[in-house]
């Protein structure tokens, strides 16, 4: 059993997953490389990994594992009931690069939207991303990636349904590789929708 990290080395994993490097963390944090250093070695004691990026993988399981006992929904529904207000990013991200890995194997992209529709997270693989891809990235809107303004296009319709707390799919069709889209919604602990979860496959 891992032994549970410490509110700072959780923050560091957390700045990590962010994007962050050592050295932007410790001017972030206001420590030495040093000192970063360290707190990665006590991390990496308390879940292993041959290096960062495999000792991180091991924290997000961690936490999807932490997750997944709450409830025995479907990994898709569980990503969009993970959340809290305070914490609504941070742990998006952390069940994201966990399905990233599994994604890449299926060849699907998951991406998370707020409440105007822009993308705020988003884990691609190379194979799934299409037509769409070179606009699918974080600050974009629905709009955007799909190359519309028509609310009732079917991909932006599945997003304004899913706003409205209806799970629905379309079929992408020829121009996106005869992909499928599945938009859930993204509740808070209230159930009041924040945004989207998207996957396409």
């Avoid at 303004?149 to 706003?163: C, I, M």
């Avoid at 069709?173 to 993204?186: D, F, K, R, T």
Wanted: hydrophobic residues 40%; charged residues 25%.
């Amino acid at each position: 059993m891992n032994k549970p990290l410490s509110p700072r080395e959780e923050e560091i994993v957390d700045l990590c997953i962010s994007g962050l490097t050592n050295e932007a963390i410790a001017i972030q944090l206001g420590l030495s490389i040093g000192t970063i250093n360290t707190y990665w070695l006590r991390i990496k004691i308390k879940f292993g990994g041959q290096g960062k990026t495999e000792t991180i993988a091991r924290v997000v399981q961690k936490r999807a594992e932490g997750a997944l006992k709450k409830s025995d929904l479907k990994l898709r529904e569980i990503t969009g009931r993970l959340l809290d207000r305070e914490r609504e990013v941070v742990e998006l991200r952390a069940a994201l690069a966990l399905l990233h890995h599994s994604m890449d194997r299926i060849g699907s992209t998951v991406w998370a939207t707020d409440e105007q529709l822009i993308i705020h997270i988003t884990s691609r693989s190379d194979l799934s991303a299409g037509r769409f891809a070179p606009l699918l990235e974080v600050g974009k809107s629905v709009y955007e990636v799909f190359r519309t303004h028509d609310s009732k296009h079917p991909p932006v319709a599945a997003h304004l349904k899913a706003l409205d707390g209806i799970e629905c799919s379309v079929d992408l069709g020829a121009e996106y590789e005869n992909q499928s889209l599945h938009v859930v919604p993204l509740r808070d602990d209230n159930n009041l929708v924040l945004g989207c979860v998207s996957m396409v496959c």
